[in-house]
């Protein structure tokens, strides 16, 4: 399983845009990255997926660069309701499921 | 749309006591997980399954017992509970092998277990 590495954690202010980088150095050819959110006392929830260069959903952006080895989740303007753990998971469906680690604590200030 | 349901939200249970959470999905899917999730933690898997009749050990198993005797549902068993599993435990499901859904995981709303 392709290990990640992800900031433990990131402030910002309303308006502005986020940007989480996801190191994985050691992905595989057929691994996709996939992006979830969890708010407190919630379950996580997908947000993104991608394989390469960029993927746009009413949500987020998601950009990786030609060699994959790393990702960048976008959140255009965000709000005080992005406040969140944003997980970084990468590999393949199959019958190894992913791992999850600690995130990104997104804490979004007034 | 229910999607991922888990019954009970909240216990609290003596040491040595155990009890069966349980986990019901409408979507059809394939896998089945279990996690579970401390204070300030990511989460971490414990068991999960396949299919029906099929299930796996994940990072932390000990102390827990699953079953999968219907596809809609996955139970997770404490026999002889532990202050140690003070915790919140998610079950998800996902497509598995479904190559266009790429094995997205759908999560519920969490059980809040304390052991006192």
């Known amino acids: 399983l392709a290990k990640t590495t992800q900031p433990v954690s990131m402030d910002s202010y309303e308006g502005q845009e986020v940007n989480i980088t996801c190191s994985h150095n050691?992905?595989?050819?057929?691994?996709?990255i996939t992006w979830y959110q969890q708010f407190p006392s919630q379950g996580p929830r997908f947000i993104i997926q991608?394989?390469?260069t960029k993927v746009t959903n009413e949500v987020a952006s998601l950009f990786i660069p030609a060699d994959r080895k790393s990702s960048t989740l976008s959140l255009p303007r965000v709000s005080l309701s992005d406040t969140a753990v944003y997980y970084c998971?990468?590999?393949?469906?199959?019958?190894?499921?992913?791992?999850f680690g600690k995130g990104t604590r997104l804490s979004v200030i007034a | 749309n229910a999607g991922v349901t888990q019954t009970p939200k909240f216990r609290v249970l003596k040491t040595g006591q155990s009890m069966t959470l349980l986990c019901a999905q409408d979507?059809?899917?394939?896998?089945m997980y279990w996690y579970r999730q401390d204070p300030g933690m990511g989460l971490r898997l414990i068991h999960y399954?396949?299919?029906?009749?099929?299930?796996a050990k994940g990072e932390v198993p000990d102390g827990y017992n699953v079953s999968r005797l219907k596809k809609q549902n996955f139970l997770l068993g404490l026999e002889s509970a532990a202050p140690s599993q003070t915790s919140v435990y998610f079950c998800?499901?996902?497509?598995?092998?479904?190559?266009?859904?790429?094995?997205?995981?759908?999560f519920g709303a969490g059980t809040r277990l304390s052991v006192l």
């Open positions: 991608g394989y390469k």
């Open positions: 050691n992905i595989a050819t057929n691994d996709y």
């Open positions: 399954s396949v299919g029906e009749g099929t299930t």
């Open positions: 998971l990468v590999g393949v469906s199959g019958n190894t499921p992913l791992v």
């Open positions: 998800a499901s996902s497509y598995g092998l479904a190559v266009l859904a790429k094995n997205i995981q759908y």
């Open positions: 979507m059809n899917h394939e896998y």
